[in-house]
């Protein structure tokens, strides 16, 4: 996903920052502002793999588990339009 200038993002969290954007920005240029915020900012979502060391045990995988779930995309205006319709659809946690 990553060469084709895509990724996978935490969830929860990319939708709560794009809630907290639309309730700050004003209603008349909202959607664009929110979009191009998101866009420059979708990187510190975004979801980083590391190599399991050799002292991990197999017991102890409770530090790989995700609860915010994924969104793997392939280009980003898609990512963000996705994270916009989960926002304005979602209720707020």
Do not use: W
């Amino acid at each position: 996903l990553n060469a084709l200038n895509g990724g996978v993002v935490r969830l929860r969290p990319a939708i709560h920052f794009v809630q907290r954007l639309l309730d700050a920005s004003d209603v008349g240029d909202r959607v664009d502002s929110v979009k191009s915020k998101l866009l420059s900012r979708l990187h510190k979502f975004q979801i980083r793999y590391l190599e399991k060391s050799g002292t991990h045990t197999k017991g102890d995988n409770s530090f790989y588990c995700n609860t915010d779930g994924f969104l793997a995309y392939r280009c980003k205006d898609m990512a963000v339009e996705i994270l916009l319709h989960l926002a304005n659809n979602m209720s707020v946690e």
